[in-house]
């Protein structure tokens, strides 16, 4: 039996990998909202002939595509959700310079958002597909629900209330498809059963303008109040309680000669447990009132306003994500797997989920260099792959644990 499941992985594998490089061809960068259209077009176009059917909600931001949620109804009570994402984070223009496109070649895939995500939204499909062919009675008791925001990697208000309607009530598990990490030296992966949590925030200095040169002494420089805040900022990180900050973003004025009267820096804060998040928050947010700079000519003081972005709640480890982790672990013990467990830095849509559900992440393939367009080894940077021979692995572990977790085991088949 276990020979019948690995060729028959090994098809879908195969066909997967067909759909993967024209996915990869379509850019969907999170600010091309025809792009990320159209590749939600692709995803329902794969997924239609198992028997979903299609939602499309359009996101609040103009420039972001429609979230997709696909549901296939079961006969039984078990609903099973599996979330990953349509955008990527490279746009168009980044992808021409530097020729970044899909390559085969020495057992990895290289391409924009082959890992991240399009790689994970492959292996859900394949995986689907295999269980619908050698345990199709657990596929068709079982309600599936397929949950792909538009724009996860910029992070959106609207998506999260989406998907936690969706997951909450009968939901057995939760399963992210972001990419997989390799453990060295072994078949298998880790698996991701907690995440830091990340806020965004906007940061605004408002000053006066005024002539740089005839009205200077009148003007209160508000890129150098933000300069300021930027450094209060930093300052801010407190590795003992896995709290940093970083500004990534800093604009303001227009030309040289005019003393600017606003500047803005956006804001990415991390942490790994909800109290040292909440203070950050709480932290960053004092910031907004009077500022420090004013006008030499009449005191005119600069002001600054915190806004906070849409983000991710920490994912903190939890029992049943630890128990529906074991599940995978027994999963993978059936092909030779190894399967670790790992808490990652970065955030993903289980960040909003876990509480819901028992939750885990990183069933996509293993992937390396994620978010990076350039080709240059010699100095350490690789464009964006994934291992070839884990998409096997990966449908393998998945289509096992999916069998447990309906009902059906490998001994049954």
């Known amino acids: 039996m276990k020979r019948r499941i690995e060729d028959a992985a090994k098809e879908e594998v195969a066909e997967g990998l067909v759909l993967l490089e024209e996915w990869v061809a379509q850019n969907s960068f999170t600010r091309n909202r025809e792009g990320v259209n159209r590749h939600g077009e692709q995803i329902w176009s794969a997924f239609r002939p198992l028997g979903f059917e299609r939602h499309a909600v359009a996101a609040q931001e103009i420039d972001h595509g429609d979230h997709l949620l696909l549901t296939r109804r079961g006969t039984g009570a078990k609903q099973i959700a599996l979330v990953a994402h349509l955008d990527t984070v490279y746009p168009p223009d980044e992808e021409k310079k530097y020729d970044?496109?899909?390559?085969?070649?020495?057992?990895?895939?290289?391409?924009?958002?082959?890992?991240?995500?399009?790689?994970?939204?492959?292996?859900?499909?394949?995986?689907?597909?295999?269980?619908s062919r050698i345990a199709p009675l657990n596929f068709e008791k079982t309600t599936w629900q397929i949950l792909l925001n538009a724009a996860e990697e910029e992070g959106c208000e609207d998506f999260p209330p989406l998907a936690r309607d969706v997951v909450a009530g009968n939901t057995i598990a939760c399963l992210i498809y972001e990419h997989a990490t390799r453990i060295e030296g072994r078949r298998g992966c880790r698996l991701t059963t907690s995440r830091r949590g990340a806020a965004r925030f906007k940061v605004e200095a408002f000053g006066r303008g005024a002539h740089a040169g005839s009205g200077h002494a009148h003007g209160a420089n508000a890129i150098r109040e933000l300069a300021r805040a930027v450094e209060k900022?930093?300052?801010?990180?407190?590795r003992s309680k896995g709290l940093t900050y970083n500004v990534g973003r800093f604009t303001g004025g227009m030309v040289s000669n005019t003393v600017p009267s606003y500047a803005e820096c956006l804001v990415d804060m991390r942490a790994d447990e909800t109290p040292a998040f909440e203070e950050g928050i709480r932290q960053i947010t004092r910031l907004t009132g009077p500022g420090s700079v004013e006008a030499y000519a009449d005191g005119h003081?600069?002001?600054?306003?915190?806004?906070?972005?849409?983000?991710?709640?920490?994912?903190?480890?939890?029992?049943?994500?630890?128990?529906?982790?074991?599940?995978?672990?027994?999963?993978?013990?059936?092909?030779?797997?190894?399967i670790d467990f790992e808490h990652r830095l970065g955030a993903s849509d289980g960040n909003h989920l876990w509480n819901l559900a028992?939750?885990?992440?990183?069933?996509?393939?293993v992937g390396s260099h994620i978010h990076c367009p350039v080709h240059d080894p010699e100095n350490g940077k690789e464009q964006e792959s994934i291992e070839r021979a884990s998409l096997l692995d990966q449908v393998l572990l998945g289509v096992t644990a999916l069998m447990n977790l309906t009902g059906a085991s490998l001994r049954e088949l």
């Open 100 to 131: 970044f496109a899909w390559r085969d070649e020495g057992g990895r895939i290289y391409g924009p958002g082959v890992a991240d995500i399009k790689g994970g939204n492959m292996l859900m499909l394949a995986t689907l597909r295999l269980l």
């Open 233 to 238: 900022i930093e300052a801010m990180t407190d």
């Open 301 to 338: 003081r600069c002001s600054m306003r915190v806004s906070e972005l849409a983000g991710y709640p920490p994912w903190p480890a939890n029992e049943a994500g630890r128990e529906l982790g074991l599940v995978f672990r027994k999963a993978g013990e059936a092909f030779g797997l190894r």
């Open 358 to 365: 028992p939750t885990i992440d990183g069933l996509g393939p």
